[in-house]
């Protein structure tokens, strides 16, 4: 995908989301934004991404400002286009070996990890929840911190991350794997809260959907 396009997209985003601030609380300032988005991915699914692109250019005088945390969402999002895969052109085989080495480096069974992947992200390795959880295992940014991964959508470094996680929530919860599911989904500190699966009927069909794929 042309870069020039995608670091347009970004400026247009940042461009909308300081006007908001003078904008009626009616108006969405990323819409324009989240459509062109839209528009270059698609093109990219059809091999166009350069055509449609050259659109895309800007040709003014003004230079853009751009506060620290957009640069910081903006980046996030490029990370995201850059590791863009339409879903019909997903092979879950790609991914058989990162697993078992995660599986091997972090004492979890190969199959729990590939139903935990398959729950969070469907093997999609740029899927993104409105919550902001990104990538094969649906880690949270400061998730991903903790766990040493640099970048959220790169599949190894996901996987990796993701494995180890849910074998520290293994060992925090006796093996269990449905406590550990749980505290996986809703956080180790809703698990002791609880004193085992909290009452969240997220949590609790997740935990039996991931053990439903386990068992199979």
Known sequence: MDIQSLKTLMEINAMQTLGSVQSSLNNSPTSLFSEMLGQVLQSGENNAASDN????????????????????????????????????????????????????????????????????????????????????????????????????????????????????????????TEIALAAYNAGPGAVKKHGGIPPYKETQNYVQKVLNYYQA
């Open 53 to 176: 692109g050259n659109s895309l250019y800007y040709n003014g005088n003004s230079p853009v400002f751009m506060p620290s945390n957009l640069v910081d969402q903006n980046e996030d999002l490029l990370n995201a286009i850059a590791h863009y895969t339409p879903l019909d052109k997903l092979n879950t085989s790609d991914f058989n070996d990162i697993i078992k080495r995660a599986a091997e480096t972090h004492n979890v069974p190969e199959k729990l990890i590939s139903s935990v992947i398959k729950q969070e992200s469907n093997f999609n390795p740029s899927a993104r929840s409105s919550a902001g959880a990104s990538g094969l295992m649906q880690l949270m940014p400061g998730t991903a911190k903790y766990l040493g991964v640099v970048n959220i959508f790169d599949p190894e470094q996901n996987v990796m991350g993701g494995a180890k996680y849910l074998r520290q929530m293994l060992d925090q919860f006796n093996d269990d």
